[in-house]
């Protein structure tokens, strides 16, 4: 790929033009033994995944639609930042390609506007407390026409083009995520998750803001204090008390 600065991230690229989920073909991948760094882009996907089981919408040719495979030696529990990491990698690569001022919405999205612009899947392989490998999904709507999308999705979607004039460059844009990932995840080996999730504070739009936290067992709303080392955020109560909310199951709307 011409763009492309990286050791070993997308140097092996498998390039399709439709499949179910690029997660997927990834995890057979990896099961396959594929090497650490590689990439599956998919033009199209026909069974994009979201969190919480939920649904990616992925039409052909009209955004970047793809995964990447991590052998990293840290533990399992570090692996919830590589959604944060992998946030701040493209949050940087588009406000640098695309001169828009893209923003972190805890645990894994990228807004821009106040809508969502990117999506991102984190799946782990994990056993006996060691990782196998990680999939790192990511979803990024670059020109999916407004009336293309999904009408229960159309208020709370966007593309880059709804916000850039001319056409983006979807393979310049790919490189530059895949150059931030790499520099990122090397950082986050050699010294930990710590600079990572300072550039992750910077990025945020849910710190300092009223939230509403709507857990499998309760509701409740409060104020996003911080994330702490572990990636979890910080939410206080209206009743002062500080709750740690973990990515799992969770989902964090304005308040
Ligand atoms: P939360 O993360 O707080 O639960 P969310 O609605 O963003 O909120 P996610 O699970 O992160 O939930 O994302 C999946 C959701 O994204 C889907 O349920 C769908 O509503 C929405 N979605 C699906 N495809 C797209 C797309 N291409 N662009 C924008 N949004 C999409
Ligand atoms: C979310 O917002 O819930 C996460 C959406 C992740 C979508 C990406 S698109 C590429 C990769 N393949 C998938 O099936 N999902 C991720």
Same mark, same amino acid.
């Given at each position: 790929?011409?763009?492309?600065?990286?050791?070993?991230?997308?140097?092996?690229?498998?390039?399709?033009?439709?499949?179910?989920?690029?997660?997927?073909?990834?995890?057979?991948?990896?099961?396959?033994?594929?090497?650490?760094?590689?990439?599956?882009?998919?033009?199209?996907?026909?069974?994009?995944?979201?969190?919480?089981?939920?649904?990616?919408?992925?039409?052909?040719?009209?955004?970047?639609?793809?995964?990447?495979?991590?052998?990293?030696?840290?533990? #399992?529990? +570090?692996?919830?930042?590589?959604?944060?990491?992998? /946030?701040? %990698? &493209?949050?940087?690569?588009?406000?640098? =390609?695309?001169?828009?001022?893209?923003?972190?919405?805890?645990?894994?999205?990228?807004?821009?506007?106040?809508?969502?612009?990117?999506?991102?899947?984190?799946?782990?392989?994990?056993?006996?407390?060691?990782?196998?490998?990680?999939?790192?999904?990511?979803?990024?709507?670059?020109?999916?026409?407004?009336?293309?999308? #999904?009408? +229960?999705?159309?208020?709370?979607?966007?593309?880059? /083009?709804? %916000? &850039?004039?001319?056409?983006?460059?979807? =393979?310049?844009?790919?490189?530059?995520?895949?150059?931030?990932?790499?520099?990122?995840?090397?950082?986050?080996?050699?010294?930990?998750?710590?600079?990572?999730?300072?550039?992750?504070?910077?990025?945020?739009?849910?710190?300092?803001?009223?939230?509403?936290?709507?857990?499998?067992?309760?509701?409740?709303?409060?104020?996003?204090?911080?994330?702490?080392?572990?990636?979890?955020?910080?939410?206080?109560?209206?009743?002062?008390?500080?709750?740690? =909310?973990?990515?799992?199951?969770?989902?964090?709307?304005?308040?």
């Amino acid at each position: 790929m011409a763009h492309l600065h990286t050791r070993f991230v997308g140097r092996a690229i498998c390039y399709e033009e439709s499949v179910t989920s690029s997660n997927e073909v990834l995890k057979k991948l990896a099961d396959k033994n594929a090497a650490d760094g590689t990439v599956c882009v998919a033009e199209e996907q026909t069974g994009g995944k979201g969190r919480l089981a939920r649904g990616w919408f992925s039409p052909k040719g009209k955004g970047l639609w793809f995964s990447l495979l991590l052998k990293p030696s840290f533990l #399992p529990q +570090e692996a919830p930042k590589m959604t944060l990491l992998s /946030a701040v %990698a &493209v949050v940087r690569a588009i406000r640098e =390609v695309c001169q828009v001022e893209a923003q972190i919405k805890w645990p894994n999205d990228v807004l821009l506007n106040g809508k969502k612009l990117v999506g991102i899947l984190t799946e782990m392989s994990a056993e006996f407390g060691h990782i196998n490998y990680l999939v790192v999904g990511i979803g990024i709507n670059v020109c999916v026409p407004h009336d293309m999308v #999904p009408e +229960e999705l159309r208020p709370a979607a966007i593309s880059i /083009a709804d %916000a &850039v004039e001319g056409k983006v460059d979807r =393979v310049a844009l790919l490189a530059k995520v895949l150059d931030y990932l790499e520099s990122y995840y090397d950082i986050a080996c050699r010294e930990g998750f710590g600079p990572i999730l300072d550039q992750w504070r910077d990025y945020s739009i849910t710190l300092g803001k009223q939230v509403k936290v709507i857990a499998p067992d309760k509701t409740y709303v409060g104020t996003a204090l911080d994330i702490d080392e572990t990636g979890a955020l910080q939410v206080k109560k209206e009743d002062g008390t500080v709750e740690t =909310v973990l990515a799992g199951d969770v989902s964090i709307r304005p308040a």
